[in-house]
């Protein structure tokens, strides 16, 4: 804060231009003095962005492209889906980069301090033929339908997905040691019925993208006749993760990055829902272009 160096106006001094003029020379306000310029300006960028001083609010702000930064989609990478359980995860890679890296000494999460994720991917599912159907007779959610001519057609319950999952390295600067985010388990172990994955509750930090797009038209009587299977392919689109941790104790994040990793099903069991992995169903899923971004901020 500025300080007025001169001589007040004192009791019986002429209240005229000259005197007070003289005693304001240095007060380099040039606007007047209301809510414009001072109560609504009471915080203004200088306050909230980061700064090596420290900021009032925003700690810390990083940006990192990931994938292979393709915005016209001529050569997107590829991950085919696991044809055993558990599915191991295809870490995004490419010449934008692969991970958000925070560097030696890692970013330090302090007590009351909320660190918010938002990463994105472009991503488009591919299939031939009819995975869930001809060459996989044992696939969840299928079933099977008269189609009017005596014989029956398989259908699919359209259930199965793809997940882009985040994940973080809290052990070192390394970035060796990779893990899912709090609240979120690997889809490495047995959920249930021989069947890997995890529970929907414990699924933070993922996006789900569908592995196909079916619809059965023409039906008749409860019947789907042949060539009443109407594919509706799906086209490149951004699967999105919104990812907040509360901290309630120092931490240190040492890097983010993402995974894909599939094909998954829906299924229920003890009044659970589970995303499990399908062997039995095959695909792919296309990526390229995707950007992880954190933001760091005070709660108090």
């Known amino acids: 804060m500025s300080r007025i160096n001169r001589a007040p106006v004192s009791p019986g001094d002429t209240v005229d ?8 020379t240095d007060f380099a306000q040039t606007a007047a003095l209301d809510q414009f310029n001072t109560r609504d300006s009471a915080f203004d960028l200088a306050h909230l962005k980061t700064s090596s001083t420290g900021a009032l609010m925003l700690l810390d702000v990083r940006e990192q492209a990931v994938g292979t930064g393709d915005i016209l989609h001529a050569a997107p990478a590829s991950v085919s889906s696991a044809v ?3 599915a191991t995860p295809s870490v995004v890679t490419g010449g934008a980069g692969s991970v958000l890296s925070y560097g030696g000494s890692g970013l330090v999460l302090p007590t009351d301090t909320v660190l918010r994720v938002y990463a994105s991917l472009g991503v488009r599912p591919r299939y031939t033929g009819t995975p869930w159907a001809n060459s996989a007779p044992d696939a969840l959610g299928q079933y099977d339908v008269l189609d009017g001519g005596g ?28 893990a899912p985010v709090d609240g979120a388990g690997g889809f490495q172990n047995v959920a249930v019925a021989g069947l890997y994955g995890q529970s929907l509750s414990t699924m933070r930090g993922c996006a789900c993208v569908p592995a196909w797009n079916l619809m059965w038209t023409n039906w008749i009587d409860g019947e789907a006749p042949p060539g009443a299977l109407l594919d509706r392919t799906i086209g490149w689109y951004g699967a999105p993760i919104n990812y907040v941790l509360l901290n309630n104790g120092t931490r ?8 894909v990793h599939g094909i998954y099903h829906s299924y229920r069991n003890t009044n659970t ?19 992880i971004t954190s933001i760091l901020f005070r709660v108090q």
Request: net charge negative; no cysteine; glycine share 10%.
């Open 17 to 24: 231009a000259t005197p007070l003029n003289a005693a304001y």
């Open 84 to 86: 055993a359980g558990p």
């Open 151 to 178: 014989g029956s057609t398989v259908l699919s319950l359209g259930a199965h997905f793809w997940i882009v999952q985040l994940q973080w390295d809290i052990t070192s600067s390394a970035l060796i040691n990779w």
């Open 252 to 259: 240190t994040v040492y890097g983010l990055r993402l995974v």
């Open 273 to 291: 829902n589970f995303a499990v992995l399908d062997v039995n169903v095959a695909g792919t899923l296309q990526y390229d272009q995707g950007n």
